[in-house]
């Protein structure tokens, strides 16, 4: 196949252990989510040239890729937050049918859960104090509070109310009942979400996402090696990417997020409307993500969303299964989560997901799936549309 023509697929997709993990560290868990996405794909190490990574190390991704023994010659360290792995995919993709790359292994590895509680680390309220946001920290103005201000904002311009924002969460942790790799699996209500402790009005704790361990791979590769794999491939059909804003003042609207941006232009470039996709695998650090998620890369109209999410739409059974792992809410979320999107949506095309399998009419299995990144607080959006 001559480069620029190369279609790419999935052929490995793999987690390493996760949730409570508390006798190992990140490398390790890098190692043992990509081990076993290669051991997915039946292909060999010395396959792989191309080698993405983010979070980890002094030089990130050179020392990952040295603790994997890894001497890559295409490499991407790309680092925007939760979205990272959608951005990455998406370069990967461009690098692989160039003629760069022949096989790309993304990997990401987090003890942040492990950490906080062997005092090695402390919790975080903001990404540090330099640049522009000088402007914004020192007044308090800390991560998940800009967070909360925009579901605030949507609320008041659209109506939406703090029961459909619980619904989010009650549908992921029903989704999560479904998954034994997911965290917490007991079944929650909207009242159970309502009365909890307060965070950042108007999300109580259950409106925002757990903090675990874990690690996550997924090895692309291009068209002719799918042969010599183990498992059906996964075509990468179309991606987006789109960097919003820095500080909340350059923000010029709290209820349109950059996936308004990445949906459109994956969508595109895929060949695909919203209306085709089966699933949808969003970013959910806080429940106002997946709700504005879905207005923005059209499955419903803007200030839509509060009504969308309710009546189950969202569970593994519903109109349109989003997060059919429990999400960050429910499954993990070891810090930079947008691996695990595509990890899951890649089960979810080949059929392997168990109890929480989607089905189309009839107990097809999809054809179709959509996974959407946020990074920072709104800051970043990658979009990967993916068919079997």
Not at 25 to 45: E, I, N, W
């Amino acid at each position: 196949m001559r480069p620029g023509n190369r279609k790419v697929a999935v052929a490995g997709v793999a987690l390493s252990d996760c949730g409570r993990v508390d006798d190992t560290t990140p490398y390790a868990l890098h190692a043992q989510a990509a081990r076993r996405a290669l051991a997915d794909a039946g292909l060999d190490r010395a396959l792989v040239d191309g080698f993405a990574s983010a979070g980890l190390g002094t030089l990130a991704p050179v020392e990952v890729a040295e603790y994997l023994g890894l001497r890559p010659t295409w490499v991407d360290s790309t680092s925007v937050g939760g979205s990272t792995w959608e951005v990455m995919a998406a370069h990967a993709v461009d690098a692989i049918a160039a003629g760069h790359a022949n096989a790309v292994l993304l990997v990401y590895g987090s003890t942040a859960r492990a950490d906080i509680r062997a005092g090695r680390r402390t919790g975080n309220l903001s990404f540090g104090a330099r640049g522009p946001l000088q402007f914004e920290v020192p007044y308090g103005h800390t991560l998940i509070a800009k967070y909360a201000m925009a579901a605030r904002r949507h609320m008041i311009e659209h109506g939406t109310t703090i029961e459909q924002l619980a619904q989010v969460a009650v549908q992921a942790r029903a989704n999560a009942a479904l998954n034994p790799e997911a965290m917490f699996r007991d079944p929650i209500t909207v009242d159970d979400v309502l009365s909890g402790p307060m965070i950042a009005d108007p999300f109580t704790k259950l409106h925002c996402c757990i903090r675990s361990d874990g690690g996550a791979a997924v090895l692309l590769v291009a068209e002719e090696y799918v042969r010599d794999c183990r498992t059906a491939p996964v075509w990468i059909l179309g991606t987006g990417e789109h960097l919003s804003h820095a500080t909340m003042s350059e923000w010029p609207d709290f209820t349109i997020s950059p996936a308004a941006v990445s949906g459109r232009l994956a969508f595109e470039r895929a060949g695909v409307r919203p209306a085709e996709i089966d699933f949808a695998e969003i970013y959910d650090a806080f429940t106002y993500m997946t709700l504005v998620t879905l207005e923005d890369l059209g499955f419903c109209a803007k200030g839509e969303g509060g009504a969308f999410v309710e009546k189950g739409r969202l569970l593994v059974s519903g109109d349109l299964p989003v997060n059919t792992d429990g999400g960050g809410l429910s499954a993990q979320h070891p810090g930079m989560r947008g691996l695990f999107l595509l990890v899951e949506a890649v089960r979810q095309l080949r059929g392997e997901a168990g109890e929480r399998q989607v089905r189309r009419p009839g107990g097809e299995l999809p054809h179709l799936g959509v996974a959407s990144g946020t990074g920072g607080w709104f800051c970043s959006s990658g979009t990967v549309v993916l068919g079997r």
